[in-house]
């Protein structure tokens, strides 16, 4: 097998997004990390990769990919044969996942990303919280989330009975949301609440927890 190279940090969100799909697909690979507060990814080395330069950059042998929800769907093809199924081989029950994975990038990932950013990041970065945003934005978090505990009422995970990409994409914003005030989002929840107890609890997602633990 051609060597896989992940050029990224366990703190970024989006390389988080990709480190847990190669743990439960239990291939080998290296992480190559990149120092963005010294501005590596602005690099001309990095933007060979990533034109854009945002974290990660993935390679496979010859093949080069950036965004992190194209390499996760890569990693679950491309080594179907290998560790958890993220994808499912049955076109109808492939199509629901799809469906989930696509409320992730566009319904939730947006307002869950806000929220991220006002009440983790800018505290971390020593800059002060605007308490109205994070109002605004939990309140439509919040009706996001009243439609997740319906739908986690009809089956145990997003796209069906079965953990998938569906799941593992939200894993890296969660994690922080969950160290903050809008924990209460998800707590308040039932079905979203063991949800998010049964996705947090994956192997796959504590060693990346713990790579974040530097």
């Not at 990409?165 to 707590?187: C, N, R, S, V, W």
Request: hydrophobic fraction near 45%.
């Amino acid at each position: 097998m051609a060597g896989i190279k992940l050029h990224g940090n366990a703190l970024s969100t989006a390389a988080s997004r990709v480190l847990p799909a190669l743990y439960e697909k239990e291939v080998e690979f290296e992480l190559v990390p990149i120092d963005m507060i010294a501005g590596e990814h602005k690099k001309e080395s990095f933007l060979a990769l990533n034109p854009f330069g945002q974290v990660p950059a993935f390679e496979d042998g010859d093949l080069q990919l950036f965004e992190s929800r194209a390499i996760t769907q890569y990693i679950a093809r491309e080594y179907a044969s290998k560790g958890t199924p993220l994808i499912f081989p049955d076109s109808k029950t492939m199509a629901i996942l799809s469906v989930w994975a696509e409320v992730e990038a566009h319904t939730f990932d947006p307002p869950a990303s806000k929220l991220k950013d006002e009440l983790a990041m800018k505290p971390f970065l020593g800059l002060a919280t605007d308490f109205a945003v994070v109002e605004e934005f939990e309140a439509k978090l919040g009706k996001i989330l009243d439609v997740y505990e319906t739908r986690l009422g009809q089956s145990k995970y997003l796209g069906g009975d079965c953990f998938s990409l569906a799941d593992l994409h939200h894993l890296p914003i969660i994690h922080y949301l969950m160290g903050t005030q809008a924990k209460k989002l998800f707590e308040c929840r039932p079905n979203v609440s063991a949800w998010v107890a049964d996705i947090t609890a994956r192997p796959a997602w504590k060693k990346v927890v713990a790579m974040r633990a530097y």
